[in-house]
């Protein structure tokens, strides 16, 4: 051999030997500062804020250990005292693009102790966090538990579950008590910033929640039960594949907000409100009777058979269909924007095929002015075919018209779409200079009603008295008779 051979092959040998040595080393490097550094970058892009790590301890066959972890932002404060999990080092880079289909592939354990989310602002945290997820031949378990406190209230929480893809079996087990949701805002937002306060606007400062299901083949009873300050519910839902039903009736007590309202009452706002705030708890009730839900959320596939909202006593501001009523019915003390008080009927309604239909729904707005509404609104295409119903005690009020039945309905048709209601106002205005000529001219009245029903072609629905700021106890639909009976036969 050659001189020039041997040079040339020691080198190669060299150099082979260096890659190898710095190979073998590379976990020892990515623990070092260097590496720390690396990470941190890493985990700070990808959840937006500042992180640290204490100590790395990586190995090429695991367990990879990372010691006093730690994410800050403005409004959160995550301190972990460390995080174990036990797989190839190789297979650390390849954890960002890991999936709910291939966490499977890991057959790995992964341990956080002591983990604590502490938020300030509010002197609310989340401490003693420990958890522990073991993934095995296709079977993965989780354990967690924790305990919760803020300046009013302390509480915990638990959670067990398991998947198995062979049998196609899961099963989730959450309880938790004073669960402080500015926390879980917080946390919710590092992975979506866009949602702002997404926890606490709807379910208020504390939440009580269990959640237990057991599935097989993606079907199987869901039960859910919430008490936090806005809302209390018990759901007993059976999933079918992509579809949810009710076990029982749904019921629940809301202390509604105006978000909250935003979230659950837009398709089944009659007059549309905006700003609403409960003055007294409102009540949802909602038949099992072919409810669908479907998952995930599609509003042309959503059935509900029955169900009923009672606001009962609200806070609100005037909307477009309110404001209509202040120029139609020249009331000077109201302004829009201004907020009033309402009082309400309880108002059935039912969603099939898109359409939403709701049952002749009574307001009184600020202790005062008595009307009413009904009618469909499309969910395709957001159109409105209501009506809103002037009743004898408001038109006897704003113009003193005399001689009205007492059951006296003025109809009148609310179109367009529910961004933008339209009233035909010269329209109403001719029916009640109609009937004002009526009540001044003796002998009209009745000509004057005659005209109006052809008109209106159809008489307005039957009203559910007594009505509830009349004091004369509350209105109950008779045990042996459909609530939406009459409304059906004033459809037809």
Known sequence: MSRNKKIALISSSVVLLLLIICTLLLPTFYSSNYGRVFFEKKLSKKLNVYSTIEHLSLSWFGPQIAEDIQFRNHDLSINVKSVTIDIPFWKIFKLDHITQKTIFNLDTTFKLKDGMFVLPSRSAKIADCNAELKIENNQAFLTARGITSDVKRKGSFSLRGNKDKNLHTSSINFKSENIPTYVLDAVFALRYPEKKAFFSKFLGEHVDLNYNTSQRNRSGPIDIEVDSTYCFSKMYFQREKDTLHLNRDLKATLHISEDLSTLLLQNINPLFLTGISSIDPCQIFISRKNFRYPLPFDKNKLNISFGTVDMKQIA?????????????????????????????????????????????????IDHDIHVCTWGQINLANNKVDMVLGLTADALKK???????????????????????????????????????????????????????????????????????????????????????????????
Do not use: C
Not at 406 to 423: A, E, H, R, S, W
Not at 440 to 468: E, N, Y
């Open 316 to 364: 609100a501001n005037l909307g477009d269909s309110l404001n209509f009523l202040i120029t139609i019915l020249k009331l000077p003390q109201f302004h829009r924007g201004d907020d009033v008080s309402m009082w309400f009927t309880p108002m059935n309604f039912k969603i099939e095929n898109n359409i939403v239909t709701t049952d002749r729904m009574d307001v009184l």
């Open 398 to 492: 704003a113009f003193h018209i005399k001689n009205l039945p007492d059951d006296f309905v003025l109809q009148i048709p609310m179109k367009g779409k529910t961004n933008k209601i339209k009233f035909d106002v010269k329209k109403a205005a001719a029916q009640i200079a109609l009937l004002m000529a009526g009540s001044t001219t003796k002998g009209w009245m009745g000509d004057v009603l005659g005209t109006l029903g052809q008109i209106h072609a159809k008489k307005a629905p039957p009203p559910k008295r007594p009505f509830p700021w009349e004091g004369k106890g509350v209105y109950k639909p008779s045990p042996d008779k459909n609530p939406f009976d009459d409304f059906y036969q004033f459809l037809d």
